[in-house]
């Protein structure tokens, strides 16, 4: 291949001078060397390592349609999370606590205004 011979910074330079500033770091071009020194030339997506996760927004939604004014630490329990892990779903399910209920998050004609002209 063509980075043969050639260090992982030094592919990594190259890489950077043809597509761009920052657009591979270090220690990817060190990561993809050491696999291919071990012949491992497979680059399709793997299992990632780490904590798969915990609660899904299906879970979650479900729960919000048995009773949507329950509280984060009430989500939690039932789903055998932290606080924290229902804050960051409901977040990602653009839900807002509004009259004590989730609901999902609805922009006003005003702000949907304001952010198309800032885009």
Same mark, same amino acid.
């Given at each position: 291949?063509?980075? +043969?011979? #050639?260090?992982?910074?030094?592919?990594?330079?190259?890489?950077?001078?043809?597509?761009?500033?920052?657009?591979?770091? #270090?220690?990817?071009?060190?990561?993809?060397?050491?696999?291919?020194?071990?012949?491992?030339?497979?680059?399709?997506?793997?299992?990632?390592?780490?904590?798969? +996760?915990?609660?899904?927004?299906?879970?979650? @939604?479900?729960?919000?349609?048995?009773?949507?004014? +329950?509280?984060?630490?009430?989500?939690?329990? @039932?789903?055998?999370?932290?606080? @924290?892990?229902?804050?960051?779903?409901?977040? +990602?399910?653009? #839900?807002?606590?509004?009259?004590? #209920?989730?609901?999902?998050?609805?922009?006003?004609?005003?702000?949907?205004?304001?952010?198309?002209?800032?885009?």
């Amino acid at each position: 291949y063509e980075f +043969q011979g #050639k260090s992982a910074a030094k592919a990594c330079e190259s890489i950077c001078s043809v597509l761009g500033v920052n657009v591979v770091s #270090k220690s990817t071009c060190e990561f993809w060397f050491r696999r291919f020194k071990e012949d491992d030339f497979d680059v399709s997506d793997r299992e990632r390592s780490g904590a798969p +996760q915990k609660v899904t927004n299906y879970e979650l @939604q479900a729960l919000l349609d048995q009773n949507s004014c +329950q509280t984060q630490n009430e989500l939690a329990q @039932q789903l055998g999370v932290t606080q @924290q892990d229902i804050s960051i779903r409901l977040r +990602q399910m653009r #839900k807002i606590l509004k009259e004590e #209920k989730w609901v999902p998050h609805a922009l006003s004609e005003k702000t949907k205004m304001i952010v198309l002209r800032s885009v």
